[in-house]
């Protein structure tokens, strides 16, 4: 299986801040990746698709980046909204495999 | 508008079985595939099981082989996933999920339901 790794798996930050996750992958998945963001009490939502393209309805202050076994997350400029934790997921390889998460709070 | 419903959790002793369904609606249902992920109490997300849009090929993470079965009925577009022999371990929230790629194998979710609790204890 191919595993995930996040980090940090918390911040602290600011409104305002910009907040920087990263997600490495056990083995080159090219750009086979996906971004979730999951709010206290509520289903995960998709952000980002293909490590980099920003979901229909997505604020343009999320985006993504990346390729191989590296991959980075971004917000510009954290909103109080944005407080959720965050998960990468890839889908090179079945079993599909999801990072272990970042919380983000403020 | 693409709507996901859960049903058939509950509370279950262990090595018990409960049949969990997802009913969809605003898409067509056949064309995608589709998934259930779990989340335990606290933890993260942890993929279950998906199934392609016919139905014709289904897929498991390896600790839920032999003991949970996916499937769908497409003239009702819903959703099953048969659980059997459960362990604490399966104690989770178990989500519904759309594929928002294609009918094949599964990739990566665009829509997700709220949930259903399954509780495995004595």
């Known amino acids: 299986d191919i595993q995930m790794t996040q980090s940090p798996s918390s911040l602290s930050v600011s409104v305002g801040d910009r907040v920087i996750i990263a997600c490495q992958a056990s083995?080159?998945?090219?750009?086979?990746l996906n971004w979730y963001q999951q709010k206290p009490g509520e289903a995960p939502q998709l952000l980002i698709y293909d490590a980099f393209n920003l979901q229909i309805g997505v604020p343009s202050r999320f985006s993504g980046g990346g390729s191989g076994t590296d991959f980075t997350f971004t917000i510009s400029s954290l909103q109080p909204e944005d407080v959720a934790t965050y998960y990468c997921q890839q889908y090179d390889n079945l079993p599909l495999t999801f990072g272990g998460g970042t919380r983000v709070e403020i | 508008e693409v709507q996901l419903l859960e049903s058939g959790g509950g509370l279950v002793q262990p090595g018990g079985s409960l049949r969990l369904s997802c009913a969809a609606s605003g898409f067509t249902f056949r064309n995608y595939a589709m998934s259930w992920v779990r989340q335990a109490p606290g933890k993260g997300l942890e993929w279950v099981s998906g199934i392609t849009g016919s139905g014709g090929k289904t897929y498991y993470a390896d600790s839920e082989k032999g003991r949970f079965t996916i499937s769908r009925d497409n003239s009702k577009n819903t959703l099953y996933l048969q659980m059997n022999s459960l362990r604490h371990e399966d104690t989770a929230v178990y989500y519904c999920?759309?594929?928002?790629?294609?009918?094949?194998?599964?990739?990566?979710?665009?829509?997700w339901g709220q949930g259903t609790l399954v509780a495995v204890f004595s």
């Open positions: 083995q080159d998945i090219n750009t086979s």
């Open positions: 999920a759309k594929d928002g790629y294609s009918s094949g194998w599964p990739r990566g979710f665009d829509f």
